[in-house]
């Protein structure tokens, strides 16, 4: 039998970002030197006090066992800390945290353990793949909510949920967003809140880029009053601490829905192994100076790629948050659509970026490129790109572009 028979792989359209890794290999492999603004991987080391800390909880034999599904005590304990600091929002380890493999995995096993077959979720688009997939796969149907520069989000997810047949089960959001880098405030917060309430939804949101901004930082959605009777944030430590291969996330607030996850990982892994977790708790409860440098990093290679991306005629606005910029399709190539724009960019500049369209279909008309390399390689990028502009009739924009600089 063909897999192309099986019902969850059906609901699966074709992975975009392949084309463009196929490409992008094929490229590499005739000896190219392809820039790769592509993944959201982090490309600095994970902290040397973090690592040192694996070492020496994997040298104690006791910590091979199997783990704990819904995370260590510890990591727990650390987790509330974190929240108590950064938000001034008091949780409870036992009840109110689970933690996860990468939030990647929470969403998902969070979506089977709450979704009935054909139950109708509201999702913004353009999102990050598994907001809407992790619920696809567990059977539900997807109401895709258009949001972007301009647009009203609780007004659109008020339009979307008064149309869906079934009533929605739940809402997700992201912010700082990927791919949009868009930033949501307390008062956003308040008001989804106070929808979710009245219309019995839940709410699941993720801030995985929270601690990477250059501006104010973001909120968490359980500082609302309120939240935490009908939402469960996700959080994860592989953008705050260049750790994305340790698969380490967070699942907080409503007990229900952490209690459900709970469940639900309890028949499906073990945990983390537990070093990991030990030495995730040690990036918690230590010194954060790494947290700063890392977001100041990206600070300025955020700087040089837009003002690059300006002065090359490219129009930009500069993230206000995440390791990433949201980047409408030049003028002339806005008819050829993300995926044709992202393959020509790779054939003509050696550039590699990520189409829209795999974001969803609103996201067509931009690409996302990711601060994944250094600056040397994004001013080498930039010249490729202001040579491809220029030879596709695009002249250059201004010598400099004002950024909103990083407060401390």
Request: with cysteine; aromatic share 10%; net charge neutral.
């Amino acid at each position: 039998m063909s897999e192309a028979q099986f019902h969850r792989i059906r609901r699966l359209p074709p992975y975009v970002f392949a084309e463009v890794n196929a490409m992008k290999a094929k490229a590499r492999a005739a000896g190219r030197d392809i820039i790769d603004f592509g993944m959201g991987n982090p490309d600095q080391p994970t902290p040397a006090h973090i690592v040192e800390k694996l070492v020496e909880a994997v040298r104690d034999p006791k910590t091979h066992r199997y783990s704990v599904s819904r995370g260590v005590p510890g990591l727990r304990k650390a987790l509330a800390g974190y929240y108590q600091r950064r938000f001034d929002v008091a949780l409870d380890p036992e009840t109110e945290i689970c933690v996860t493999l990468g939030s990647k995995e929470g969403l998902a096993n969070l979506a089977q353990a709450l979704t009935a077959p054909g139950d109708t979720i509201l999702v913004p688009n353009p999102s990050y793949p598994i907001h809407p997939f992790g619920f696809i796969i567990a059977g539900a149907a997807i109401r895709h909510v258009p949001y972007g520069k301009g647009v009203d989000l609780v007004a659109e997810f008020a339009r979307a949920a008064q149309h869906s047949v079934p009533a929605p089960t739940a809402l997700v959001l992201n912010f700082p967003s990927n791919p949009t880098a868009q930033t949501a405030d307390l008062d956003l917060y308040r008001e989804l809140v106070a929808f979710a309430r009245k219309h019995d939804i839940y709410i699941l949101s993720d801030i995985a880029y929270a601690e990477i901004y250059y501006g104010a930082p973001p909120p968490s959605i359980l500082q609302v009053e309120g939240a935490r009777d009908v939402a469960v944030e996700f959080y994860s430590l592989s953008k705050t601490y260049s750790m994305p291969g340790w698969r380490i996330g967070f699942a907080s607030g409503h007990p229900g829905l952490i209690k459900a996850l709970t469940q639900i990982k309890s028949y499906l892994d073990y945990g983390a192994f537990t070093p990991i977790q030990v030495a995730s708790a040690a990036a918690l409860n230590g010194p954060q100076d790494c947290v700063d440098a890392i977001r100041g990093l990206y600070h300025q290679r955020r700087d040089v790629l837009i003002e690059g991306l300006n002065q090359a005629g490219w129009p930009v606005e500069a993230p206000e948050a995440t390791m990433f910029a949201w980047a409408p399709i030049p003028e002339p190539f806005r008819a050829e659509g993300s995926l044709a724009f992202a393959k020509r960019l790779l054939e003509e500049a050696d550039v590699a970026v990520s189409p829209g369209i795999g974001f969803g279909e609103y996201g067509d008309g931009h690409v996302r490129l990711a601060l994944v390399e250094n600056r040397h390689r994004i001013r080498q990028a930039l010249r490729s790109i202001r040579s491809f502009l220029a030879r596709h009739g695009v002249p250059p924009g201004p010598v400099a572009v004002p950024l909103k600089r990083r407060v401390a």
